[in-house]
């Protein structure tokens, strides 16, 4: 509101300005047409009077000599008029030109103070992420400070500050929550270990799930707040999550559009609803995650651990599915239409009403009977590396 009151303002002002400029213009220049008229009718009147063929009484010359006398007063003051018309004018244009200088002046000055009070609030907000008490251990209270700070800051300055405060954040959730893991299996992996491994993952994990600390937690939440619309294209980032421990966090309508999440720990996460079109999810850990009706279009999840995941509606069309482990998941009524899932583990997985076509199965762990409960399996490869018709 207070930008759009100073714009009208400003145009009102330059409305006021130009009236005010054709004006005086227009008064200088009607009022030198009638100095010189009335010029030219003093030289024509005195050229007559003196003429020695005027033959006029001495009242009439007494009357003439007192009409000039009026006209050149009358000029006079036209002309002292004028003057300070132009005077005026000149002086109000000085005026103004000293007037907008001080007003840019004072605006760099104001843009200077507040660049250096947000560096001043951007170092200590870093500060505040690293506070530790004597023991080493994280003083939360004045990390989480630090956290919302730096929030603040990447609204109040998108285009200088966003970028980098997203950037900050992200490494503070890697090196934070950094997960030490193997990968689940690998190419040599045959299919019943890539089942019993990822059950033993999942059986250990069911002990040791605690829940995100709290920081990273508000950090997560941080960047679901995130507005990029606000932030012109240049200064917005990608998602950085790699490896990172996110185990049962709440993601659910998240915008993770094209992010880095190759490695993360996402056991029984709530991705409800999230955008993941184009994100990189390769080795990615989502045992018993919920991925209803979320956005995997073109995702990559090569390797990807998604036993017993829900996936329930999700779009997965163009995904990439490569020997990842699907086993127990829900995928009724799932989109998968071009979905790459050459060996990929589909054991006991529900596939009612999922949208198979031109997708690729060959070498897939499925059943006929898992097959024929799909929506349509129109020009997919076959897990015998037939065309399905």
């Given amino acids: ?58 009242s009439q010359r007494q009357a003439l000599v007192q009409g000039v006398a009026s006209a050149g007063q009358a000029l006079a003051v036209l002309l002292t008029g004028a003057v300070g018309l132009i005077g005026l004018y000149l002086t109000r244009k000085n005026t103004n030109e000293q007037l907008r200088q001080a007003r840019e002046s004072t605006q760099e000055t104001l843009q200077l103070t507040e660049q250096g009070q947000i560096t001043e609030r951007f170092t200590r907000a870093i500060e505040q992420l690293g506070a530790t008490d004597d023991r080493g251990e994280k003083k939360l209270e004045i990390r989480l400070g630090g956290i919302y700070a730096l929030e603040r800051i990447a609204r109040d300055s998108p285009e200088r500050d966003y970028s980098t405060v997203m950037e900050v954040l992200m490494a503070y959730v890697r090196e934070n929550s950094h997960w030490e893991h193997e990968k689940p299996y690998t190419s040599t992996t045959t299919s019943n270990e890539v089942v019993e491994q990822d059950k033993g993952v999942a059986q250990e994990a069911q002990s040791t799930l605690q829940g995100l600390p709290t920081d990273i937690r508000a950090i997560l939440d941080v960047l679901k707040r995130r507005e990029e619309e606000s932030v012109s294209e240049e200064h917005r980032v990608l998602l950085d999550l790699r490896e990172a421990n996110l185990q049962q966090a709440d993601l659910r309508e998240a915008d993770l559009k094209e992010a880095d999440l190759r490695g993360a720990n996402l056991e029984q996460a709530n991705l409800l609803g999230a955008d993941l079109q184009g994100a990189d ?9 919920s991925l209803y009706r979320a956005n995997l279009q073109e995702a990559h999840l090569s390797y990807a651990s998604l036993w017993t995941t829900n996936l329930y509606k999700a779009n997965l069309q163009q995904a990439i599915l490569v020997r990842s482990n699907l086993s127990h998941a829900d995928l009724q009524e799932a989109q998968l239409q071009g979905a790459q899932l050459q060996e990929a583990q589909l054991q006991e997985a529900q596939l009612r009403g999922a949208q198979l076509q031109e997708a690729d199965l060959r070498g897939a762990k ?3 009977d898992q097959l024929a409960e799909t929506f349509s399996l129109r020009d997919a490869t076959m897990p015998t590396g037939e065309k399905h018709p």
Avoid: C
């Fill in 1 to 58: 509101m207070i930008e759009k009151s100073g714009h009208k303002d400003k145009e009102v002002g330059q409305g006021d300005t130009l009236l005010s400029k054709k004006s005086v213009r227009l008064a200088i220049v009607v009022g030198s047409v009638l100095a010189v008229a009335l010029l030219v009718v003093l030289g024509f009147a005195l050229r007559w009077y003196l003429s020695p063929n005027t033959d006029l009484p001495i």
């Fill in 281 to 289: 999810l390769s080795y990615t850990n989502l045992l018993g995650a």
């Fill in 366 to 368: 499925v059943t006929g």
